[in-house]
């Protein structure tokens, strides 16, 4: 394995050499000479791609020594006397194995990333600044009580990332600075908020409002409405209502009416442009951002203990979004689990009590607004309630890593947020991501030392504002629990966040937040087991007031209950293999409707031979099967056909609609003469059973002429659906590609788009009497790409399989057969 790591670093400077030999630099890399010396270049790298069997180190502010032991798999187990010491630590070992990473993610949330990459990046801080990001960030620094448990969290954290960056010699740099000709950066606590906001960024951004406008213009506003409905159709909720399977609500579907005028002049002002990139906000397809959880009871699982399984879908990274680690500090803190390198504490994991985890809200919690400015270009003023108010205004500078000064702009506030513009229209937003405070960390620091499961969603729902989250939690006792808990806006008059509002009256402006005991929740449920899969949280005959809307397909979630309500003696087993179980309910949905619709039509050869391979397949997205691409193709033209009326000829038109999820489309298949099935491009009248065909024969045309007759291993599903793990500067070596995944769309283990999006951390924890968990993630703990810890876990985890993580009580309680490391810490004299 060293062999081969050390090849890709040769690689990375034969193609260097190759491709610019002398001293002019070389796009945003520095010139090859450096890279070249032997002494501190990229060869010097290989030296430090592993840990040292014995080191030590010290950090400023340190109360007293700190043992860190490094087990069989890279995790360093933290051993420290005081939480201000641990924490410290923490910062010092993740520092250690990914300064770079921690580097990227917290400029990439301040928006300075031209600082370290160049102008290249110019684009992408412009857009994170746009959308207030760092003066949120530096606001909540600046109101910062720096003499709180929260604030000495965050800069013990501090203090450690930069005792490892501070002792750093060139040559020891990691390897990226050297390919970017750059030195590591000071981390403050600023660095610390930066990151949160990205996570905000990630999970918490909706468009919601724009993408209604657009449906709008094009089918009016009744079928907008219909069509990306503030309720699932398909009910299968995280809080329980007590059904036995999922229940379809009948939903009143207009066809395709008159554009809705307001829709179409603001379309019209903004220009033919995408309003999600025009505004920076991250674009959203099927199960890209999903996640899945689930919690079994006592009385349900074959031991008697409680379970919790958890494995939030994210982008693929190497290294990897996670660093796991395990801090111990006695009689306070004992907790295992994986941290965020750049954020203080263990976000997901577990103590001696309690285990929790977390799947994305998707909640509407940002708004939008029409504004009325003084001047159309500058403006300094907006109009409110019939008055002008002035607008706060901040310039924003961007700087080259020489520090000279590359952009500038000036940014424009009004009471609710940015203001920015669109071609003619300037449009504000506000968004609770912006509205959080330091205070935040304090839940991490405080599920820490959690002993019930009510107890840590208790103490998350304090402070925690952004990005909403499902967190799950499970605890000795036997109590599962889960809360979506997050801040939600309370909204004047029908309370709907998915329409653009004016902005030019405070009536529009939010009035509150829910409270906790109205978010969707569940203790100690009746039916024994718990599940949420980013689904509509809470079932609408319970709590009808809008929360969200266009919800997130409920395959998942329908799958997990189902696998869940059919067992009721449920084990760690059970729980890793439910992780990648490749069973597609949207498959088991629409298949049926496919063969119904072949065996409607005239007999063709292609449209029989298409049914005949659907029919016999048994809905599993394993890697060797050979029919789920050709679903796939069919459930692609459905939605053309189906959805036509939003769509122009011209497939990059910015002005096309979004196209309704295939919830809807299921909905309808119990409605074969809807007008919605007609193709208005032709003179005939479609109704269900031609668009399915129709799909069903061109998929199978398509797929023959493209890649070959059904019976060749082209159309086995690992040759066309991979993962795509990518390394930060997007490095070819550094990178892992093309690798063959079990699981689809809609399944539990979703795999879709470009394949960079998927299972970040998969974890399965047992509460008996001593926790047993096992647990893995896409990539290893080091951030070198000439480690054997970069990419150690990656076989574990395209199979599905999981490592049992040590826990030790003690630093002697881990056995010397699975001890690798030993770096002591200690108080720094300056």
């Not at 001293?23 to 430090?48: H, K, S």
């Not at 999970?203 to 409002?209: F, R």
């Not at 094009?218 to 809080?239: N, S, T, Y």
């Not at 001696?352 to 159309?376: C, H, I, K, Q």
């Amino acid at each position: 394995m060293r062999s081969s790591r050390t090849g890709s670093l040769i690689a990375v400077i034969v193609l260097l050499v190759v491709g610019y030999i002398g001293a002019r630099p070389v796009g945003p890399l520095p010139p090859i000479g450096p890279l070249l010396d032997p002494a501190n270049g990229l060869f010097a790298a290989v030296r430090t791609a592993e840990l040292p069997d014995i080191a030590e180190g010290t950090i400023p502010g340190l109360q007293g020594p700190v043992s860190v032991t490094y087990d069989d798999r890279g995790v360093p187990h933290i051993f420290a006397t005081t939480t201000g010491d641990a924490y410290r630590a923490l910062g010092y070992v993740v520092a250690r194995d990914r300064l770079f990473q921690i580097e990227m993610q917290t400029r990439a949330g301040g928006g300075t990333l031209t600082e370290l990459v160049g102008d290249v990046a110019l684009p992408l801080d412009q857009s994170t600044r746009a959308l207030g990001m760092p003066r949120a960030a530096e606001g909540r620094v600046a109101n910062a009580d720096t003499s709180t448990a929260t604030w000495r969290m965050v800069s013990s954290y501090a203090d450690g990332v930069n005792a490892w960056r501070n002792q750093l010699a060139r040559r020891d740099y990691p390897l990226e600075y050297k390919l970017l000709g750059r030195a590591p950066y000071t981390y403050s606590a600023v660095e610390t908020m930066h990151l949160l906001n990205r996570m905000g960024y990630t999970l918490a951004s909706s468009q919601d409002e724009l993408r209604h406008a657009r449906a709008a213009a094009l089918i009016g506003k009744d079928a907008a409405d219909a069509l990306f409905p503030m309720h699932a159709p398909i009910v299968e909720p995280i809080q329980p209502n007590g059904q036995l399977a999922a229940r379809t609500d009948p939903i009143t579907l207009p066809g395709p009416g008159a554009p809705d005028s307001a829709s179409v002049a603001l379309l019209k002002a903004i220009g033919n442009v995408d309003l999600r990139v025009a505004l920076g906000l991250p674009k959203r397809g099927p199960d890209a951002v999903g996640s899945n959880n689930w919690a079994v009871a006592p009385a349900r699982s074959a031991t008697g203990h409680a379970l919790l399984a958890g494995d939030p879908h994210l982008e693929l990274t190497l290294p990897s979004i996670w660093y796991e680690a395990h801090l111990v500090v006695p009689d306070s803190m004992d907790i295992y689990g994986v941290t965020i390198p750049g954020l203080p504490g263990i976000v997901i994991g577990f103590n001696r009590d309690v285990a929790w985890t977390f799947t994305n809200v998707g909640a509407d919690v940002m708004d939008f607004y029409l504004e009325t400015v003084d001047d159309p270009v500058g403006p300094t003023r907006y109009m409110l309630d019939g008055a002008w108010e002035p607008l706060d205004r901040r310039v924003e500078r961007y700087f080259a890593p020489d520090g000279t000064l590359i952009s500038e702009d000036t940014m424009r506030y009004t009471h609710r947020g940015p203001l920015r513009r669109i071609n003619d229209q300037w449009i504000s937003h506000r968004w609770t991501v912006l509205e959080g405070d330091a205070r935040e960390m304090e839940v991490f620091d405080k599920s820490a030392r959690s002993t019930t499961a009510t107890e840590l969603l208790d103490h998350m729902a304090t402070n925690y504002f952004a990005p909403a989250q499902n967190m799950l939690a499970a605890d000795r006792e036997g109590t599962i629990a889960i809360r979506s808990t997050g801040r939600y806006p309370i909204r004047s008059g029908d309370g709907r966040g998915d329409v653009l509002r004016s902005g030019s009256s405070r009536s529009a402006d939010w009035i509150g937040y829910w409270p906790v005991s109205d978010y969707p929740q569940s203790f100690a449920p009746q039916q024994g087991f718990l599940a949420s899969a980013n689904q509509e949280p809470i079932d609408p005959r319970v709590q009808p007031r809008y929360l969200g809307d266009d919800w997130e397909r409920p395959w998942r979630a329908m799958r997990i209950n189902n696998l869940l309500r059919e067992n009721d003696a449920v084990t760690t087993e059970d729980m890793r293999a439910y992780q990648t179980e490749p069973l597609s309910e949207r498959a088991v949905a629409f298949i049926p409707a496919f063969l119904e619709a072949a065996r409607n039509q005239p007999p063709a050869p292609s449209l029989q031979q298409a049914a005949r391979i659907l029919e016999a397949w048994d809905r599993r997205y394993t890697t060797d099967n050979s029919s789920a691409l050709l679903f796939e193709a069919a459930m692609s033209n459905v939605s053309r056909l189906l959805w036509d009326e939003l769509l122009s000829a011209d497939p990059d038109d910015a002005q096309n609609g979004p196209v309704p999820s295939d919830m809807m489309t299921a909905t309808l298949l119990d409605q074969p003469a809807h007008v919605w099935w007609d193709v208005r491009a032709t003179p005939d009248v479609e109704d269900r059973d031609d668009i399915l065909a129709d799909a069903l024969e061109q998929a199978y045309d398509d797929l023959v002429s493209r890649v070959g007759q059904p019976d060749s291993s082209a159309w086995v599903w690992s040759e066309h659906r991979t993962a795509n793990i990518n390394h930060y500067l997007r490095i070819a070596s550094f990178s892992r590609r093309d690798i063959p995944m079990r699981g689809g769309s809609g399944t539990l283990n979703p795999s879709t788009g470009a394949g960079t999006h998927g299972a970040s951390w998969r974890m399965v924890v047992e509460m008996g009497d001593e926790i047993f968990a096992q647990a893995t993630y896409p990539g290893g703990q080091s951030g070198h790409p000439a480690s054997a810890r970069y990419d150690d876990r990656l076989a574990d985890w395209i199979a599905g399989r999981l490592d049992t993580l040590r826990v030790p009580r003690t630093e002697g309680a881990l056995p010397a057969t699975q001890r690798r490391a030993r770096l002591t810490l200690s108080p720094s004299n300056n």
